[in-house]
């Protein structure tokens, strides 16, 4: 374990019993998903590749003008 896990397992131990118990939920979703090799997309994730699939499938494509003005956005 690394020192800043150990860290934050010690001081969890002094956190409300509600914290503690949802950290303990979270770190067993975490542990279902080690080793298994496989992501499972959620329905939006698909929606959004669905709708990419389609856009990209009929031409529709972003010029690279567009691109960069998001990108300064983003930068922004």
Do not use: C
Request: aromatic content about 4%; overall charge negative.
């Amino acid at each position: 374990m690394n020192k800043s896990l150990g860290n934050l397992l010690k001081r969890a131990e002094t956190w409300p019993e509600e914290a503690q118990r949802e950290l303990e939920q979270l770190a067993h979703a975490i542990e279902s998903e080690i080793g298994k090799g496989e992501y499972r997309a959620a329905t939006s994730e698909l929606a959004g590749i669905d709708r990419g699939m389609r856009d990209s499938a009929s031409g529709n494509f972003v010029t690279a003008e567009q691109v960069e003005q998001a990108l300064g956005k983003l930068q922004s």
